[in-house]
């Protein structure tokens, strides 16, 4: 079965580059027809789709985030990355990478790594 894990600095500063790291197992982040998802959820609040890398490479983002957000990968070692630029404490939340696919009409979300919080604060 599929298993992600986040990875990265819990704290950042304001005006930093927040940076986390997906890795996964036991499913390549390269198979079709795969979407390689980040969402946050800040605290007291539902979650937040963020963006995805597609087992092609290609990437998608939330209009609201795009201009901050860069996501990409590392084949070699099955990670994908997260970079979310100028932050502000309002980017405080839990933050999740997730598997997803296109199911008929629907997306499902099967595989989720446990979170990582992540505190923007000086």
């Known amino acids: 079965q599929v298993q992600l894990q986040e990875s990265g600095p819990g704290l950042v500063k304001p005006s930093q580059t927040l940076s986390l790291t997906c890795t996964v197992s036991?499913?390549?982040?390269?198979?079709?027809?795969?979407?390689w998802n980040w969402i946050r959820q800040p605290p007291g609040k539902g979650l937040e789709w963020i963006g995805f890398i597609a087992y092609s490479g290609n990437t998608y983002y939330s209009p609201s985030l795009k201009s901050r957000t860069s996501i990409s990968r590392d084949t070699s070692k099955n990670q994908f990355t997260l970079q979310l630029t100028s932050v502000t404490p309002e980017d405080t939340a839990i933050y999740y990478c997730?598997?997803?696919?296109?199911?008929?009409?629907?997306?499902?979300?099967?595989?989720w790594g446990q979170g990582t919080q992540v505190t923007v604060s000086s």
């Open positions: 997730v598997r997803g696919v296109v199911v008929t009409t629907s997306v499902s979300q099967d595989y």
């Open positions: 036991h499913g390549s982040i390269t198979a079709n027809y795969y979407y």
